[in-house]
């Protein structure tokens, strides 16, 4: 039977890579590239090949095998794996490349920041301190050549060929062999003389004299040139002085020279240093500590390395957001740094933290996530969008926190896009309606208002139909200014997604009307609205050719192109609920503020009426809400009047000295501060809060479409006994025998017919109007006064018909 003898070498679960070697320290190793054999992870392989004759050689690696291997610290090249045969020896350890390869790179890249290097220095001498105070170990070696660098940019020091006890034991200094290592002895260990009685650290500590030159300076021609400080920094160069002093006796020990080194305005006393010092210890630091140093972090990340970002910052945050329970703080500095990955990256480190926070019940991480999306959405795939992010935002349309509420409306604009055709057209409609015709903020319904407009070319042809002019409508009615400038302009961001017939008996019908609004802005929008439909259906009157061209978007399906032609059509009502998020999470994470007060739209009797009638705590003008006009007007050519994409339809963005001036949502009396007015939209409203009851009546479902967001309905039939027209007198001499049948049928229909509550005609917006002049809160407490009253008169006429229910059974009115 025979046997064969296994390989060692290619048993190694590492390998070499092809790419020639990158040198080493100098002496007999090799410094390779490599990778693990089972994962791909990159490493770096330091081979010695054992040359028959060179037996001293020989001895002087294995010892540095054997100290590499024994020694750990963050600071000393990390050991991982290794291998010693008859003919080579192996040792693996992190990837890293030379520090003399690293600053030539980097120098023709721009060079290396003061700030890096005075935290690799930092490196190097704890690295040393821990060498010599706790391990009582010269290493000999230090310069250029032994220190290397990993991928975040930590600096390591290795080539510990050369280390020797300082306690005696073991014999003194190997010899090194290497001439171009001697010019980094200490002069006394040259000469010979007296002055040989030192420290055990004041050889490294003279060697590291020596490569601080070299870093700042370049490679060290000869041991005189260290009289020459160069390019080293003002504030380093008198404790360099201190290393390369003649006497050995006066070089500092390297715990102290780090200690002068940190003192206030020291080189190694800077925002990298301390920040580097903290992430060492964060295990340990308090919650509190942690919470700090993350809000701090992101002011600074802008000035720290872009390695050291993606390799040292980025794994600690997410470390911190999964087992530190850091919250919402590591957002900001998270996205910060998620800028310097690259796609893949972002997909494996990034997104699934992002789908975990979305499902976090933390308000404060709910809102800087929505502020933030723009920053991540384009990493997120749909199928991820529909199943495990939107189903966690839409909770937001529902949060009692209206600064929650406005985010979630904003951050539809970017989900639109990827959304399915459930999600998008049946279920976000469905929260758009509540918003627009419920939410008690003027603000937030004027944002969804405009979120629907933007998105409007998303949507399917039906729902589109179904939606868009009657939510535009409505707008229009609002009783909040800017929702009825946002209505206006969201009629014309969509003008391509209506027929002729709809421009002409549904929507100029309403722009109409808002021509005598109380507010300048709102009737500026519509009589520019107005002029641009109006040629629209002009240019088709004159050749009717163009009507398949002009409508053919009509029917067609969802086009996301036209989604960044609109989106700058309008500005967000902003209003101050994003510019006071963090007040309000901080002091009222569950206030829900009621309707502030808001000018009353009269009726258009007399225009002398325009001028809005506001009921503020104190003098408080319409302004805040103007929207943003052109700095001249000028009548619009005809032929130019069509342009739609051309037009100013202004901005809905308010003065960010109004923002500035507001305090919070908090309501409860609090209509001013100090003797002065709040803005508009925060004073206190004395309407009670909307029940389901007592106003919005077309939304008997809530949230439905089908009955809010329809078309009209057919006309009424008329009353019976009605006559054709041919049939009545209109002017004769004749009497007529009969009543006058149009009479009568006015008289019925005050008597009590009223029009659907879906029907776009009147779109049931008297009642708000009414409401409006005789007070909310008590047409509301009658209306459920009256409901209350039917119900029992109908509970009691079933019971008295049927007589009582059965035993178990449950009977639905």
Not at 173 to 202: F, I, M, N, T
Not at 665 to 680: D, E, M
């Amino acid at each position: 039977m025979w046997f064969f003898a296994r390989d060692p070498v290619r048993d190694f679960p590492f390998e070499l890579s092809p790419d020639p070697p990158e040198g080493g320290p100098p002496g007999p190793w090799v410094l390779h590239r490599g990778r693990k054999k089972a994962t791909g992870s990159p490493v770096s392989i330091f081979v010695y090949d054992v040359k028959p004759g060179a037996d001293e050689q020989t001895q002087v690696a294995k010892a540095a095998f054997k100290r590499l291997k024994t020694l750990r610290h963050p600071n000393i090249l990390a050991y991982i794996d290794g291998l010693e045969t008859d003919k080579c020896l192996h040792v693996v350890t992190e990837a890293v490349t030379p520090l003399g390869m690293y600053l030539k790179e980097r120098a023709e890249a721009g060079g290396l920041k003061e700030l890096e290097l005075s935290w690799g220095l930092h490196q190097i001498v704890k690295a040393l301190s821990f060498l010599v105070n706790d391990c009582s170990l010269i290493h000999n070696n230090i310069c250029m050549a032994a220190v290397f660098v990993d991928r975040a940019g930590e600096w390591k020091l290795g080539g510990l060929d050369y280390m020797y006890s300082a306690q005696g034991n073991g014999g003194g200094p190997p010899r090194k062999g290497v001439p171009e290592l001697e010019q980094y002895d200490p002069p006394e260990l040259a000469d010979g003389s007296g002055r040989a009685v030192r420290e055990k650290w004041s050889a490294d500590m003279w060697r590291l004299g020596c490569l601080i030159w070299e870093v700042f300076n370049g490679p060290l021609p000869r041991a005189a040139a260290l009289r020459n400080p160069g390019k080293i920094p003002k504030s380093l160069v008198p404790h360099y002085c201190e290393l390369v002093g003649a006497n050995p006796k006066v070089r500092p020990n390297p715990a102290r020279f780090l200690q002068n080194c940190r003192a206030p305005g020291g080189f190694m006393n800077n925002r990298f240093v301390e920040t580097n010092l903290f992430l060492e210890e964060i295990q340990i630091k308090e919650p509190a500590e942690k919470q700090k140093f993350f809000q701090e972090l992101s002011k600074s990340l802008d000035s720290f390395p872009e390695d050291f970002c993606r390799h040292r910052v980025l794994p600690q945050l997410l470390t911190a957001f999964e087992f530190g329970n850091a919250g919402a703080v590591v957002l900001t500095p998270l996205f910060k740094v998620g800028k310097f990955l690259n796609a893949e990256e972002y997909q494996q480190k990034i997104i699934p933290v992002v789908v975990k926070m979305f499902s976090s019940t933390d308000r404060a991480m709910r809102i800087r996530l929505l502020q933030q999306m723009e920053q991540f959405i384009q990493y997120l795939d749909e199928p991820t969008v529909n199943t495990q992010i939107f189903p966690h935002v839409v909770h937001g349309f529902l949060d009692t926190n209206p600064a929650i509420r406005e985010q979630t409306v904003k951050s539809m604009l970017l989900l639109a896009p990827k959304l399915n055709e459930a999600n998008l057209n049946v279920e976000l409609m469905k929260h758009f309606a509540r918003l627009q015709a419920k939410d008690e903020q003027g603000p937030i319904r004027c944002n969804t208002t405009v979120c629907l407009g933007k998105i409007g070319s998303y949507l399917n042809a039906s729902t589109r139909h179904r939606v868009l002019t009657s939510a535009f409508s409505r707008a229009t009615k609002d009783p909040f200014a800017p929702s009825r400038v946002a209505g206006v302009l969201g009629f014309a961001a969509t003008h391509n997604l209506y027929s002729m017939n709809d421009c002409a008996h549904k929507i100029l019908p309403v722009l109409c009307g808002l021509t005598v609004d109380p507010e300048k802005s709102v009737r500026d929008q519509a009589f520019k609205a107005i002029r641009s439909f109006l040629s629209k259906l002009e240019s088709v009157s004159e050749d009717p050719t163009q009507l398949a061209e002009v409508e053919k978007d009509v029917h067609a399906a969802s086009s996301p192109g036209m989604g960044g032609a609109a989106a700058s059509w309008a500005g967000w009502a902003v209003t101050g609920v994003s510019s006071l998020t963090s007040k309000l999470i901080r002091a009222h994470p569950t206030a829900a503020p009621a309707e502030p007060n808001i000018p009353q739209r009269p009726t258009p009797e007399g225009l002398p009426a325009l001028a809005p009638t506001l009921v503020p705590a104190t003098s408080t003008t319409s302004g805040h809400w103007e929207t943003q006009e052109e700095s001249t007007d000028t009548v619009e050519d005809s032929n130019t009047a069509d342009r739609w994409d051309d037009e100013d339809w202004g901005s809905l963005e308010e003065a960010e000295s109004v923002l500035a001036q507001q305090e919070d949502w908090s309501i409860g009396g609090q209509a001013s501060r100090g003797g002065q007015a709040l803005p508009l939209h925060l004073q206190t409203s004395n309407v009670d809060p909307k029940s389901p009851e007592s106003d919005w009546s077309s939304w008997e479902a809530e949230g439905s479409w089908e009955q809010g967001w329809q078309e009209p309905s057919p006309p009424e039939p008329p009353p019976e006994g009605t006559r054709p027209a041919s049939e009545y007198n209109w002017g004769g001499s004749e009497p007529s025998d009969k009543g006058d049948p149009f009479a009568a049928m006015s008289a019925r229909r005050e008597a009590g017919i009223q029009l659907r509550p879906d029907s776009w005609g009147d779109d049931n917006w008297e009642g708000l109007e009414t409401e409006s002049r005789q007070g909310k809160a008590e047409l509301a407490r009658k209306k459920r006064e009256e409901r209350r009253r039917e119900m029992e008169a109908k509970r009691a006429e079933k019971k008295a018909a049927k007589g009582p229910m059965k035993l178990g059974t449950r009977k639905l009115d």
